[in-house]
């Protein structure tokens, strides 16, 4: 995409930003990959677990197989596991002033086009991690732009547009297939759903990132289940993400083209 000012580099840029480690790769590991298979700038934040922990590790070699830089922690407690950020408060329970502000000072540091982040929802499952995380993220993307706000934090940076991870109606059936019956499934409307990325070309590095996560992999959460599926059940489970995309611009100046699909 052409360059619109001097100050907005000329390769497209994205930040990812979710609340654990894996997350990204599972709900928007094809777009990095292709991002940065490209040549754009990509990066990830993740609100929970701290340095020096054991997932804050595995995130890191999931992030080095995406081609997604070194990890930003915000540095908070998962909701479920306290001594993720040992001192820190559970992301839940942080005010919510001090989140955004640390999610503020790494947007303007990363300066990206576009963020990508949970949806309303939190996803499928709908954790308040994931909830929380879309929120702080809403508030951040704007907050970013607006000179005063969150002094030494860095220089006032708008992203273009924020786009939501999400699954359409549709799309339930087939995953319910594969990953069986669920306590809560939350999805979108289809028609609500402005873009449906095929990152079947991506998918071995997505899975590959997946299971880099392997501490997840060995208690048997998603990512075990990824472990096991074979491949074309990989592909129908993982080979398609889906958006939802909002402005963050005035409509004058927004960038109009979907930077995810072409």
Known sequence: MAEETASVPAE????AVFAHPDDESLSAGGVLARHAAAGARTAVVTATWAEG???AA???EALRLLGAGRPRLLGFADARVPESAPGEARL??????EAVRRLVAHIREFRPRIVLTHDAYGGLTGHPDHVHTHRVTVLATRAAGLDGLYPGTG????PRALHLATHPHSAVTALADVIGA???VHSTPDEEVTAAVDVTPWLETKVAAVLAHRSEVERGAVPALVAGLPRHVQERV???EWYIRQETVPPAVAVRESTLTG
Not at 92 to 97: E, G, S
Not at 155 to 158: T, V
Request: hydrophobic share 35%; with cysteine.
């Open 58 to 60: 595995e995130l890191a």
């Open 12 to 15: 497209p840029s994205v930040l």
């Open 238 to 240: 993982l080979g398609t």
């Open 182 to 184: 669920r306590k809560a």
């Open 155 to 158: 220089e006032p940076w708008q």
């Open 92 to 97: 839940c329970d942080a005010p919510l002033d």
């Open 53 to 55: 922990t054991h997932r």
